[in-house]
């Protein structure tokens, strides 16, 4: 008899109270190894009416019809890929493709459906999953939905559930969940000794330089782009390989993910000689089950894949990951690295060696938006207003310091009232109340009235005479006789001035609104003291400069009219007039 592990029993615990309170879906967050297939399979067991597990792949179909077999009476397959397509079962596991294709198979009343992995699921109302589960509530418009994943998030979008138990604020907009309800960070698993310790490591004698790659709006690059790059780069593949070759006499298994199919295949050409295979989309299910099983059976070294190993692969006695390739999705890197966190005999470590210095920290849970520069990492920024802990995209010093964050609105969740914190990091001012809305805000929260799309502001501003639109190259602070000199330069190093005083309270109040915050660095988080300007120059590292400044023409000055930060438009380049 199957007995699940303490965490196992928590997460099913926390699905069951979660709907027996409310009808709304659920997410629950474990790591890759952690066991999510007996935790699915408990709750089939003790579900009263019929269920549908629903994944992507036919690996997973499989191993959770198993775990079900083990827990509970023998489950149904309905999967193309496992020639099997029975939905007559108290548990049906199915894989999503085989299922929405044949809708009228799913005709009965189910009263919970489980999404394996479903950081997959979009909110696309044409999308596979949707059309699923529009059907099956159609027929059980109480039926509960309950998701699994090890990363709740998705690029683009952002996290995949509203709110989270902990109090923190996920996705407002338009979430696939509503609720996490219980998450287990990787950490405890691996010191409990669930799961393998992994080794982090960065390319140690060739690393691939993939900086200059302009972000994408899904987790892969466009192949052209990366092979352009690829070519670009000398021996840099010669010597990873060549490395890889000779780690790899110590270690039973290795998976290489490369960045694209031509990468893939001159990896291949150097790895002549080796026990090795390539795995890529257009290998036929036949072949490439077969590979895996001689790679699972350690006839196999090495496999070379492209995006295709990434979930329901499992191979424990894998010791050796190499990624070469870049992502933008922390959850794809976790997704890669957890292949090698299962325990195995006499498997001590995995050593995951990231060639394409993607920089990702395995331990950190995702941010819930797109990393914006390469160096950025997760930092926890306490909320001013309500002490909430937040975690955004950051840049620290050496001594791990807080020098700038990412942060837009505080995450954290009243409990009383289950509203967000109103406290915004960064914000754009309403001219007509105003209220503080998101940078990115269409209309004012407070009295909704339109807000001027910043290049229709500009563009109406700049066909008046006497306006100048001000591109910002750098900044500088000087004092002038107790008084803070603000001084902004364009690109070809023409100047504009500001200055403030910081006699009274009234100065004071002045300088806070008009430079310190919309300028800071690290909003919320509180300046060194000071009190001159002479203070204010030794911090001037602490602030930022603006990308535009607006300026009208006076008699005998310029007058500043608007700053604009964070801005994506069409006048970042003066060729646009």
């Known amino acids: 008899m199957i007995k699940l592990r303490d965490y196992q029993q928590q997460a099913v615990q926390a699905a069951i109270t979660h709907f027996k309170q409310r009808h709304e879906s659920a997410v629950i967050v474990l790591p890759t190894g952690a066991g999510k297939s007996l935790v699915l399979a408990e709750l089939a067991r003790q579900a009263r009416g019929r269920v549908l597990i629903l994944t992507h792949v036919k690996e997973l179909v499989a191993q959770n019809a198993d775990k079900v077999s083990a827990l509970t009476t023998p489950a149904t397959v309905f999967a193309a890929g496992l020639r099997q397509k029975d939905a007559s079962g108290k548990t049906v596991i199915a894989s999503i493709q085989s299922a929405s294709a044949n809708q009228e198979q799913f005709n009965q009343h189910f ?20 059309q699923l589960l529009l059907h099956i509530k159609s027929l059980n418009p109480a039926v509960k939905v309950l998701g699994l994943t090890a990363t709740p998030y998705r690029l683009g979008s952002g996290w995949i559930y509203r709110q989270h138990y902990h109090g923190k604020v996920g996705n407002t907009l338009d979430p696939v969940f509503e609720h996490c309800i219980f998450e287990l960070p990787l950490r405890p698993l691996i010191k409990q000794g669930y799961l393998t310790p992994p080794r982090l490591l960065d390319g140690l004698t060739a690393q691939y330089d993939f900086s200059s790659l302009p972000a994408p709006t899904s987790a892969d690059y466009p192949a052209a782009a990366v092979d352009s790059l690829l070519g670009k780069m000398g021996r840099a593949t010669e010597l990873i390989v060549q490395q890889l070759r000779a780690l790899a006499k110590e270690r039973r ?13 001159e990896i291949m050409r150097l790895l ?18 077969k590979l895996v099983v001689a790679f699972k059976q350690q006839q196999l070294k090495f496999l070379v894949n492209v995006a295709v190993l990434t979930t329901g692969f499992d191979a424990p006695h894998l010791d050796l990951i190499a990624i070469l390739r870049p992502t ?4 794809l890197f976790q997704q890669m690295v957890g292949r090698g966190l299962r325990l195995f005999p006499g498997k001590t470590e995995c050593l995951i060696i990231d060639y394409a210095a993607n920089g990702y920290d395995i331990f950190f849970p995702e941010v819930g938006a797109p990393k914006p520069h390469s160096k950025a990492k997760p930092v926890q920024v306490p909320c001013p207003s309500c002490g909430f802990a937040n975690i955004f995209w950051g840049l620290t010093d050496q001594d791990g310091d807080i020098i700038e964050h990412y942060g ?18 960064r914000s754009r001012c309403c001219p007509a109340c105003g209220a503080e809305n998101d940078i990115a805000a269409r209309s004012c929260g407070q009295c909704q009235s339109v807000l001027v799309d910043p290049d229709k502001r500009l563009r109406e501003v700049l066909s008046q005479q006497h306006h100048h639109l001000f591109r910002c190259q750098s900044m500088s602070l000087s004092d002038e006789q107790g008084v803070l000199k603000v001084s902004y330069y364009d690109l070809d190093g023409n100047p504009f001035h500001r200055w403030f005083k910081l006699e009274t309270a009234a100065q004071q109040r002045a300088l806070y609104a008009a430079f310190i915050k919309p300028h800071s660095k690290a909003p919320g988080l509180p300046l060194p003291p000071f009190r001159t300007a002479a203070d204010l120059v030794t911090l001037a590292g602490h602030f930022r400069a603006p990308q535009l400044l607006i300026l009208k023409k006076q008699q005998k000055h310029w007058q500043l009219l ?15 007039k």
């Open 562 to 576: 608007d700053c604009y930060f964070d801005y994506q438009g069409r006048y970042q380049t003066a060729e646009i």
């Open 408 to 425: 837009r609105r505080c995450q954290g969740l009243n409990h009383e009232s289950t509203e967000q914190c109103d406290y915004r990091f």
């Open 272 to 289: 002549n000689g080796e026990p090795a295979a390539l795995l890529t989309a257009e290998t036929a299910d036949a072949e490439r089950d």
């Open 328 to 331: 933008a999705s922390v959850s």
């Open 253 to 265: 298994g290795v998976i290489i993910f490369a960045a694209t199919v031509k990468h893939a295949e």
């Open 111 to 130: 009263s919970l459906v489980v999404i394996d992995e479903c950081h997959r699921v979009s909110q696309d109302p044409g999308s596979q999953y949707q």
